[in-house]
């Protein structure tokens, strides 16, 4: 398995602002993926991140509002750009491991963000 | 289209009844199909792999093709078992698609 931890687990913000997002794993992954779950709804995947090249996007999310870094094979960072209401979410960090069972998504534990 | 669907919000169930909480997918492909769990203040974990065809806490899932469902099902529900579950499908490079969950609740 693979041991997630996200910072911040929470946070409320200002409209306008921006919030970087961080997901550190303790093992190399090769895939590492960003949900959100809006309040009452599933989730949805954003983008993949990439390690060495730029995140890959889901329909419906662009890299302006939500730029993300892969620097290494255990770090991530999804920034929540110009923020509104709208964006108040429960962000998931996600991973497939490269051993054991490479099939299967490990979750972090998510950062709940409210948007004022 | 790919798509996941789980009808019911809310699944009540008293302690010792079946439980069956419903998943029907939409995939032009081969499917790949989960069951995920997140039980109260805890995150969201794999419960189980259709490809396994194993049986995790009493719970079971088959894959039916031709009515396309992965409903999940479990003979004797335990109060321990309240949560809210989600049937994912798996497209290409390792992207799933959730459903939007049942939240079961066993009652004593």
């Known amino acids: 398995s693979a041991v997630i931890s996200q910072k911040p687990s929470r946070d409320i913000c200002q409209r306008g602002t921006s919030l970087t997002i961080q997901c550190q794993v303790d093992?190399?992954?090769?895939?590492m993926f960003w949900y959100r779950q809006q309040p009452g709804q599933s989730l949805t995947l954003i983008a993949t991140?990439?390690?060495?090249?730029?995140?890959?996007?889901e329909s419906g999310f662009v890299i302006d509002k939500f730029p993300i870094s892969r620097p290494n094979l255990t770090f991530s960072t999804l920034t929540v750009s110009n923020m509104s209401p709208e964006d108040s979410s429960i962000y998931l960090c996600?991973?497939?491991?490269?051993?054991?069972?490479?099939?299967?998504?490990?979750f972090g534990p998510g950062t709940r963000l409210t948007v004022l | 289209a790919q798509r996941v669907t789980q009808p019911e919000k809310l699944l009540s169930v008293f302690k010792g009844a079946p439980v069956e909480l419903k998943c029907n997918y939409s995939?032009?492909?081969?499917?790949?199909l989960f069951w995920y769990v997140q039980y109260s203040r805890q995150r969201l974990q794999l419960l189980l792999r259709?490809?396994s065809r194993e049986s995790i806490k009493g719970f079971t899932a088959d894959l039916n093709k031709g009515e396309t469902s992965f409903h999940l099902k479990k003979p004797f529900a335990q109060e321990e078992d309240s949560a809210m579950y989600y049937c994912?499908?798996?497209?290409?490079?390792?992207?799933?698609?959730f459903g939007t969950g049942t939240r079961l609740q066993v009652f004593p």
């Open positions: 994912a499908l798996k497209r290409n490079t390792d992207k799933l698609i």
């Open positions: 995939y032009s492909g081969s499917p790949e």
């Open positions: 259709h490809i």
């Open positions: 996600s991973v497939n491991p490269t051993s054991g069972r490479p099939d299967t998504q490990y």
């Open positions: 093992s190399q992954v090769t895939m």
């Open positions: 991140a990439n390690q060495g090249s730029e995140a890959t996007y």
